[in-house]
């Protein structure tokens, strides 16, 4: 087994930046894929960014493509989720996600296409 843990949530302004941190622990496995999706009330999950185990390729959604920085530190075991000019539409509990069946039969922006799931941490931006 393997636990994600979410960090780094919270209440912020309109163009604030926030800082999201993932631990990983339990079981290892190699070339996992990690990533964040989030889900807004009402709304269903939906993929914000992964990071593969080297570190390349990354994958964006448009929606955040430019304002958010995914890295990843394999020797602590954590993922990064670095959010800048945040806005109210970023509004959402955020998901840490790992693939570690180390292949994907469909795209890394599906939700069922990982496997491990953290319980989310809120980030809230207010105008």
């Known amino acids: 087994q393997l636990q994600l843990v979410e960090s780094g949530g919270g209440l912020v302004q309109a163009g604030d930046s926030l800082r999201l941190s993932c631990a990983r622990s339990g079981r290892t496995f190699s070339n996992v894929v990690r990533g964040w999706f989030r889900q807004a009330p009402g709304k269903e999950r939906e993929f914000v960014a992964a990071?593969?185990?080297?570190?390349?390729?990354?994958v964006y959604a448009d929606s955040v493509k430019g304002r958010f920085t995914i890295s990843r530190d394999n020797v602590k075991n954590m993922v990064y989720l670095e959010m800048n000019n945040l806005k109210p539409e970023d509004t959402a509990v955020y998901f840490c996600v790992a693939n570690t069946r180390g292949y994907f039969s469909a795209s890394w922006y599906f939700a069922r296409e990982y496997d491990y799931w953290g319980q989310g941490t809120q980030v809230t931006v207010a105008l």
């Open positions: 990071i593969s185990w080297s570190g390349s390729p990354i």
